[in-house]
């Protein structure tokens, strides 16, 4: 489990020309391309998926893990007034 940065400081270390940056890995997470947990302001990231991610170019459903647990607390939803 790593956080954006040290996930990136991690394949720099074994590539330092590789095009993984900051930027891409925060669209990937945006458009729920790859399996990530929010803890506060920061997102976890798992690097056996991620890995599995860039041989594949895909994730399998079983291993997507941030929104569906937004949805199920029902966090960020509107009750009714009464």
């Given at each position: 489990?790593?956080?954006i940065?040290a996930?990136?400081?991690?394949?720099?270390?074994?590539?330092?020309?590789?095009?993984?940056?900051?930027?891409?890995?925060?669209?990937?997470?945006k458009?729920?391309?790859?399996?990530?947990i929010?803890?506060?302001?920061?997102?976890?990231l798992?690097?056996?998926?991620?890995?599995?991610?860039?041989?594949?170019?895909?994730?399998?459903?079983?291993t997507?893990?941030?929104?569906?647990?937004?949805?199920?607390?029902?966090?960020?939803?509107?009750?009714?007034?009464?």
């Open positions: 489990m790593r956080t940065k996930l990136v400081k991690y394949y720099k270390m074994i590539d330092p020309e590789t095009c993984i940056t900051e930027h891409w890995v925060r669209q990937l997470i458009r729920n391309e790859i399996p990530y929010k803890q506060g302001n920061r997102f976890i798992q690097l056996d998926s991620f890995d599995e991610f860039l041989q594949t170019g895909k994730v399998l459903p079983a997507l893990i941030g929104e569906e647990e937004e949805k199920q607390s029902g966090y960020g939803e509107l009750r009714s007034v009464r």
